[in-house]
């Protein structure tokens, strides 16, 4: 098979790469050529610019399948299908759960649970519009493409090469071990799915010519927020005692936090997924791998947000 990758050099598009090459697809890749260069040296790249509507090099070519694993808003997607028309079999959208309801939703609807409203109007991603904004992405795909189309709704994803700090973040609070404050519950549903497992789901989709969506949650079994802080504790030899402290005081997007609203889409999903051949690697061993890559990346730090006398402040509140 010969698959284009629309963008496939950062973390979840890396890894997708990575994948299919060992499944001995062609694979192609587009992007810019910022990040990544000295990455697939044996795989064709093209280059071009989503934010500035730059897909020239993309019409001299046909695929089987395109994976789109770098867009974010309906410009991004309309662009990449006008440049693709009549030239490509498939095409296979990175979404994510944020498309989902938020709130009043019954547990186990998986992937009929009712989406988000669509929103058009802007291109800033935040907590209000990411969602959203990928909906109009998806429907927009649907109409173009139809029963070609492949909707991948991943959750939180986990992996080496992430460049986020969220999860990162409790990884190496784990390793320092001792007392923790968590402006949360413990008992909260945790979805992480490793992007390695993301990327077999990914690649079965286009190998069997699936088309649908398909939720790509993880663990398996299901999670919690503290069974994953214990985890990352254990994964590097330490402990960790758990202090819960009020919410409000860890802000809006404290790493992994969630409002109790969002965890019904969090809880008991991935069926689906799983029965199209995706793996679930234990959290212990995405933990460790996270941890043994952050340690020996040789690069810069990634920023996790963690202040060890914002910490304190928030010890002293629960106490």
């Known amino acids: 098979m ?17 994948e299919l090459l060992r499944s001995g697809v062609d694979v192609t890749i587009f992007g810019r050529g910022r ?17 500035v509507d730059d897909y020239a090099s993309l019409r001299g070519g046909e695929w089987d399948a395109v994976i789109d694993a770098s867009g974010y808003v309906p410009r991004h997607v309309a662009g990449a299908m006008d440049a693709l028309d009549g030239r490509v079999g498939r095409y296979v959208f990175l979404s994510s759960h944020a498309v989902y309801q938020r709130s009043d939703v019954a547990e186990g609807l998986a992937e009929a649970t009712p989406l988000r409203p669509e929103r058009r109007d802007t291109e800033d991603l935040d907590e209000d519009t990411y969602g959203p904004l990928k909906v109009a992405c998806e429907n927009d795909i649907r109409d173009r493409f139809g029963d070609r189309a492949t909707i991948v709704r991943a959750t939180k994803v986990a992996g080496p090469h992430d460049p986020s700090g969220s999860v990162l973040y ?20 945790l979805a992480l799915v490793d992007a390695r497992d993301l990327a077999v789901v990914v690649r079965e989709v286009v190998a069997r010519g699936w088309g649908g969506a398909v939720d790509a949650s993880g663990p398996h079994p299901a999670a919690t927020l503290g069974e994953f802080i214990t985890t990352c504790a254990s994964a590097a030899g330490s402990t960790m005692d758990i202090v819960t402290v009020d919410p409000g005081l860890g802000g809006p997007m404290f790493p992994l936090v969630r409002a109790p609203s969002v965890w019904p889409v969090l809880r008991g999903r991935g069926a689906l997924a799983r029965s199209l051949g995706m793996p ?27 202040d060890v006398e914002e910490e304190r402040r928030l010890l002293e509140s629960g106490e």
């Open 2 to 18: 010969r698959v284009l990758v629309l963008g496939g050099t950062v973390f979840v598009g890396r890894t997708i790469v990575e």
């Open 170 to 189: 409790w990884v190496r609070r784990g390793a320092r071990g001792g007392r923790v404050a968590l402006p949360g519950d413990p008992s909260q549903p």
């Open 35 to 51: 990040t990544g260069n000295e990455l697939f040296p044996e795989v064709p790249r093209l280059l071009g610019d989503r934010d």
């Open 280 to 306: 679930s690697t234990p959290l212990s061993h995405t933990v460790s791998d996270i941890a043994e890559w952050d340690a020996g990346r040789g690069a810069p730090p990634i920023d996790v947000g963690f």
